[in-house]
């Protein structure tokens, strides 16, 4: 067989580890051949790809990244998109397609499989928000960078008695607040499932200093206060007297100063997230992923996405993933508001 | 209730943070008060003991190793060791037991719930080689210090046209070598569940140095050749003229350099696996194992171990844990052979 | 003799491992006895302080932040500051003081030593901008955070066609922008003794992406257009209609954006530079320099200052290093242009 | 000019950073050529090159290892070896070396130079041990990550009750000893510069032991015993009924565990230390190193060697380099020595 990869969406370290798995035993194992397609699927839709072998694939196991490059092209927002794909694979030879991307990427994986054209999924979010997996690859990753630095930070809040907002990824799951929250010791987690009370937030803080410790808030950045989005209308001023939003975590940190009197400062982790090497569990999610995806095309199991089901790799439809968002559930919030305050 | 925590057996990253979840949600959820006891069972048995309370477990969550101390002491190899334990606590004031251990501290666990003194289990293995549950806390730590070696040693190999022999911990199970070798990107993993042929972990290599790299080969510290130990006897010198035998790294190295020629290294990890910070999986892992156990306490739901099934945390009889040891199976091994040469 | 000991100033890894180093040599080689003094000056000023010696000190080596805690109080700027102090002192039978901050902390020791009451200080600062030593230490940490931070978008930025924008610590002195920048193979590198001309910076970008690579830009926070501040005002707006300001990264990123029709994103790394373990440059220096700053205090030789000449950990007067500001040279910074584009 | 460059001797983080460094200023500032020498001095030799410019050199800043492979060819010990290299340098039109390398390798390019074969030396060694700059490259890493594995042994001997035993490299100055050993808080480091009173350690083990705390000491590889090596013969024997002799550590592991009943275990740290990616301070020494180097081809000042002066490179000649060793001074060591026991 010859087999078209492209890599969707965010950024998400494991990509390079599923690509080279996929090549590795399906050249070995299978005696299949590969097309690399470019940038996600502007890949397929403009006809941009390069060779895809065991030279291409060598060393790259821990870089971050994807050798493959990335975008946000949706084929079914394009004119003609679909066609092109058609006939782009047509000219190239592809008989199949490996898709590894998150809710979006995967969507389009599903239909292209309605439509004929063959494709299996490998699932792809930093933000763990994905159903009918337990895991994703790059979740460990950004969860050990996010919890790192709240190490780091716990020191300097203490050190100068200030409150410390630590804001992380997370748009609408706070998979990554809940885990580098509980991994970091943080005082008090929010997550975009449950909005917040700003002045239960405050007690937490005031009793945090009460105890002569000083207190480190981990907050997704999808979090908001229960009064919803109008509430973080405020009138803060920077140095040219304009009025500035920055962000939740931001917020935050000028509310509880506000509020406390006490010093509190936000850090932004951004990008920083999601960049970079992958952690020894997401090289190994990814590896197998690749693994047992290159065995579902070889078994022509189209229109399925592999998932991690307990220690195991399974195949699951992939509508099962996309449906809805995979979010914190209120039992596993709990597990952390034992420690807040 | 007052509930006495003691760790037992090696060290493994994650104890601290077992024993701060418990006590948290002990003391904040249950009203429960706690007793520390000091080096594993010897604490119960020779009435050795601390207060152990929010004070005790606070910053405890980073660090390594375990504030109550471990030791192998088995109360049933000791004359009288379990009426021992009977007086020690009544006199304490005790009415339960969360024991933090491997399989001879759980055993022991079971056996003395069977006697009517009730405790609770936390499975800690390093190895991840007890059954019932997908993951201990610990092993993350051990696979994401190997692999970061191992990661270190491609570029020297390749530089300097060696061959590297990375010697991991695993005497009986090689699940440390499996995962840190699938994520280091090694060329040859060996591991106690199969006996290795060692001519063909000479061709591996060869083929290696032919295709201009420098092989990284991963072995348990309990691999054996198929041969079995005899086997091991060489007549390697040292320095002074006395024969050796170093270690199955060490021999392996030695072996390889004089079949194939090249020059051959054997880094021996050791110690340096088990201690430390606890990586973010292992925190989480440890804590919700903590938070369930205190669970299981308070519904006096005795004879239990926490485990994890998929992302969740649930109890399951101890015998189940301990009736046989968890080794790597074969479709595992077999995912990682794709790699290897 | 006994001995007040103070940190001042911003948060710097290294503190704790200076003051360990002071009582253990002070204990154990001298005799002295110490006293800790609470939150900079604020401590001598307002009498608070507590026991210091080897109990307190043991495990502190690895540990960010100070013990002591910290603060900005300068006793010049409090009526009856000074007196306070001497007043203080003699009540404790404190007979000399050692003082480890920056610029402030070091210009009060200067003073307080003129008017009689003996220190000798340590210098401190993140930013490495003291004159009189080589190196600070908490630099290096520092520019290992920023590093290792540069590493992780390196990838991201390639995999997303972006450019990224780092913005780093330093107000007034480019220095951990210079060498992480170097560190971390930055494509322009933008310090505050440097007014940057932003139409160079995108013809850099530009270059850049033509070659097929993605730019990561690393900008001191005190760095400036050549035009200066005016230039930032800027009509950007957020979610919320609110025009906004939020850093010289922000910005910058916006202006390439927009200059260039990339997508450009800012990451702005902040307080996880100044806190956390030392690296282990910094805690060998920050133990030299803790070592050496009791020898001199043991000498009687007051008002000056510990400095790093090469490899000798030298006594300065504390005047060379508070006269001037140590920033980045030309020819430093020429160093670093070689690589921009 | 047209320039070969060439990697002499042991592994060592920060070669590729010098390399790069060259290339990028000898193309973009100077518009010089380069001749990639492969294997160290065995590529002049036999005729061993190739291609080395932009391309080469990109994405290798970060990297282990060697882009140039080394060896430890000596040209003065193969017949006919300085006239081969001189065929091959007129052969490849080479006007210039750069030779990275150690004591070996800079001393023939000294002698090379001085028979007319231009030279300009960059100093490289793991061990610090070459006189005539403060530092080299490589010598931070394995500082830093010797110090990172002693952190993570101290919990565990804590909780064991253990003494750990690290031994570093270090086979003739013991300066990874001395500052991994401060700044891992070892309890006692012993070096090659000062055979050690075994009767002396074992008091300091004692001690520590005494304070309730468990003792960790690091010790280089070609530290002895006062009574010199006779001293190691012993008659430990291994699980076959073999005398061993594994290094100095697991010696002083048996010997401490042996005369002090306590259990004793030795780790090794081995090639971990040489390899895998610098230190933010490494890249940036490596890289200052390599665009002086460059400047002093370009300036025609051969027989020199770049060198660390403080804050400077500056040039010396390459015989004050290896002259003799650089080893610990007296009063370094006796900065350590505060905090044994």
């Not at 700003?198 to 480190?216: D, G, L, M, N």
């Amino acid at each position: 067989m010859r087999i078209g990869v492209l890599t969707g969406g965010g950024d998400c370290p494991g990509l390079n580890a599923v690509i080279r798995a996929v090549v590795r035993k399906g050249v070995a194992v299978y005696g299949h051949e590969f097309v690399g397609f470019r940038d996600g699927w502007r890949g397929p839709v403009e006809g941009v790809s390069g060779p895809l072998g065991i030279d291409q694939v060598r060393g790259i196991l821990p870089r971050g990244g994807t050798i493959l490059g990335s975008s946000r092209t949706n084929p079914y927002k394009i004119e003609g998109g679909v066609d092109a794909i058609r006939k782009n694979l047509a000219a190239l030879g592809v008989d199949a397609l490996i898709a590894i991307g998150g809710e979006d990427t995967l969507g389009v994986a599903k239909k292209l499989t309605d439509e004929g054209i063959p494709v299996v999924g490998v699932p792809k979010t930093i933000d763990n928000d994905l159903n009918a997996t337990d895991y994703t690859f790059g979740f460990d990753t950004a969860v050990t960078i996010a919890s790192e630095a709240i190490d780091r930070l716990h020191t300097t809040a203490e050190s100068h008695h200030r409150a410390l907002v630590v804001e992380v990824m997370g748009r609408h799951a706070g998979w990554i607040a809940l885990h580098s929250g509980l991994s970091g010791g943080a005082n008090v987690i929010l997550v975009p499932e449950r909005p917040f009370d700003i002045e239960q937030v405050v007690k937490h803080v005031e009793h945090r200093f009460e105890s002569h410790y000083a207190p480190i808030i981990v907050v997704a950045e999808g979090a908001m206060p229960s009064g919803g989005a109008e509430q973080l209308r405020n009138d803060k001023k920077d140095a040219f007297g304009h009025v500035q939003f920055g962000g939740i975590g931001t917020w935050l940190a000028a509310e509880i100063e506000t509020r406390t009197g006490k010093e509190s400062r936000a850090v932004v982790l951004g990008h920083v997230q999601r960049g970079g090497t992958p952690t020894a569990f997401d090289r190994v999610l990814a590896t197998r992923f690749g693994l047992h995806a290159i065995d579902a095309v070889n078994d022509k199991d189209f229109g399925k996405m592999v998932a991690l089901h307990g220690t195991a790799i399974v195949r699951v439809p992939i509508e099962e993933a996309t449906a809805e968002l995979k979010t914190v559930p209120p039992e596993r919030y709990a597990e952390a508001e034992v420690f807040f305050g």
